[in-house]
């Protein structure tokens, strides 16, 4: 059978992280690859060992040349709306990166459009395939601690890193830091407690990150710190405890869920899977602990704890075999609109109606379904 033909648009630090993966990929050749910056270009080629492919500086001249099957999206937050215009004229398979868009009235526009998009079309949520993570989700989900009550994550981590053209350090081109890193835990939240935000309340700010830092005179304005509490339909509650100056925790990420019966934890990177059920007051406790493991050469070819290849298995999964998506454009919006929740609270500290953000967003929505 002839190799599926992957095209990378943007090739940054995550595109050379999905280039590292797909190169796993027997199923998988990288045929193009499109970038306006010289360096990022001369980044990819290093990555492909090599390998000859075409070369773009745009994404609509990848996706029109007829080279390849399928695309990854990996370019600035505020370019995918351009790129994905360009797919959505096509058959091509799509992973996009998180967020689906910086916005969240382009996000429901895009929702709405990938919904009739002829290839498959997956938002790259990575932490939902952290090996640890994915466990927990599935023991949450079997009702191993019980009825969900309380939902807590943790990512304590280090600064944003410098990319090209500084972009990422602006909300108008990220959508803000709830939308840019957040939005894998507010994806992680939905799929977890399987019900739909109601309200969100976000206190964050710029207390220690960036505070020196100008671009053409001008300051950055992303958060970088922030306690997010958002509840749910069906009655859980979650909260997202985010640092961005923590970067010496021995922990980069904790997902945490107490039901009725039991306490569940999850650990990463140590990949700790702590069940701790109820006892009652006074007795002995009986907490067991499980290592998850995780693909050594999947932890080599990325920064996401191996979700970056899990994830492309699943996805490839969905071309090749029919099998789910298991991220849709519809999730991706959500997270999306989380994200913009979180980051309009922080910045007019109240509580936000997810029917503030969701109802512009959704008439466009169901203007383009028809």
């Known amino acids: 059978m002839s190799k599926l033909r992957f095209g990378i648009i943007g090739t940054g630090m995550m595109g050379i992280e999905h280039i590292m993966n797909l190169r796993l990929m027997p199923e998988v050749e990288i045929t193009a690859i499109a970038d306006p910056t010289p360096t990022s270009i001369e980044w990819a080629k290093s990555a492909l060992g090599g390998k000859e492919v075409a070369v773009f500086s745009d994404a609509q001249s990848l996706v029109r040349s007829g080279l390849v099957d399928a ?116 994806d992680l939240m939905r799929h977890i407690v399987r019900a739909e935000p109601v309200r969100v309340y976000c206190s964050g700010g710029m207390d220690v990150n960036h505070l020196d830092e100008r ?96 994830q492309h298995r699943a996805f490839l999964a969905a071309i090749l075999e029919g099998a789910p998506v298991q991220v849709t454009a519809f999730d991706g919006w959500m997270a999306v609109a989380m994200g913009a929740a979180a980051e309009r609270s922080a910045r007019e500290k109240r509580v936000v109606e997810m029917a503030e953000i969701l109802a512009p967003a959704r008439a466009y929505f169901n203007a383009a379904a028809g």
Not at 135 to 162: Q, T
Request: glycine share 8%.
């Open 71 to 186: 695309v990854v999206i990996a370019s600035p937050n505020h370019t995918h709306r351009q790129a994905l215009d360009a797919v959505f004229d096509t058959g091509v398979h799509v992973l996009c990166e998180k967020p689906l868009c910086s916005d969240p009235e382009d996000a429901a526009k895009i929702a709405a459009r990938a919904a009739k998009h002829a290839g498959v079309f997956w938002v790259g949520m990575e932490y939902r395939f952290m090996p640890p993570a994915t466990r927990f989700v599935a023991d949450v989900h079997a009702g191993r601690a019980g009825r969900l009550v309380m939902l807590a994550m943790r990512e304590h981590r280090f600064p944003f890193l410098h990319k090209v053209g500084n972009w990422n350090r602006f909300a108008r081109n990220t959508g803000g830091t709830m939308v840019e890193k957040c939005c894998h835990f507010f």
């Open 215 to 310: 671009y053409d005179g001008e300051r950055p304005d992303i958060l970088d710190n922030s306690y997010t509490t958002v509840d749910f339909d069906n009655g859980v509650r979650a909260l997202l405890d985010l640092s961005m100056f923590a970067d010496g925790s021995e922990e980069q990420e904790e997902l945490c869920a107490v039901g009725d019966t039991a306490k569940l934890e999850v650990f990463i990177p140590s990949s700790e899977l702590v069940f701790s059920p109820r006892v009652g007051f006074g007795a002995p406790k009986r907490v067991e602990r499980e290592t998850i493991g995780v693909d050594e050469a999947a932890l080599r070819a990325g920064s996401h704890h191996g979700a970056t290849y899990y």
